[in-house]
């Protein structure tokens, strides 16, 4: 074969065009399916900030956060339980060193049973926001859930 100056040799292109061809007849040649496979349905999910929230709104909202702040000269800890309804901080919190958050966090769980929402500052230590994950884990086990926001809704 010769190599034409305008592109490549001629047979790379037969080649990639009957590579083409077999993977489309490989792909519509789907064998027959065994009945064990389920029949797959469809759902809709709802848009996260619009559906959602509606129905929350409408309720007052009691909540607990475990506040896990930046490292700062003169504060000895950065953990901070503060009391949250509708989304505005009640009774902003002081903070806590390990020991009295895990006591704190264990009345908590006496008297009303939910778990509080761990929320890290950005610039907060890993070690202290997994310390104060292990907390929540040791006191509530179970099934763990993340509550995030998009990037877009802030500001």
Do not use: C
Request: proline share 9%.
């Amino acid at each position: 074969m010769q190599d034409h100056s305008e592109g490549g040799p001629s047979w790379l292109f037969s080649f990639l065009d009957l590579a083409l061809l077999m993977l489309v007849a490989m792909t519509q040649l789907a064998p027959d399916t065994p009945p064990e496979i389920p029949d797959l349905g469809q759902m809709v999910v709802p848009r996260i900030g619009e559906a959602g929230s509606d129905a929350l709104a409408a309720e007052s909202i009691e909540a607990w956060q475990l506040r896990v702040h930046p490292p700062e000269e003169g504060v000895p800890s950065p953990y901070e339980l503060v009391r949250v309804v509708d989304g505005q901080a009640i009774d902003e919190g002081q903070r806590i060193e390990s020991a009295a958050l895990k006591s704190q966090l264990a009345s908590l769980k006496s008297a009303n049973g939910r778990k509080p929402m761990l929320a890290p500052h950005e610039d907060s230590r890993s070690q202290d926001m997994l310390e104060a994950a292990a907390m929540l884990e040791e006191i509530w086990p179970g099934p763990r859930w993340a509550t995030v926001t998009r990037v877009a809704d802030r500001g």
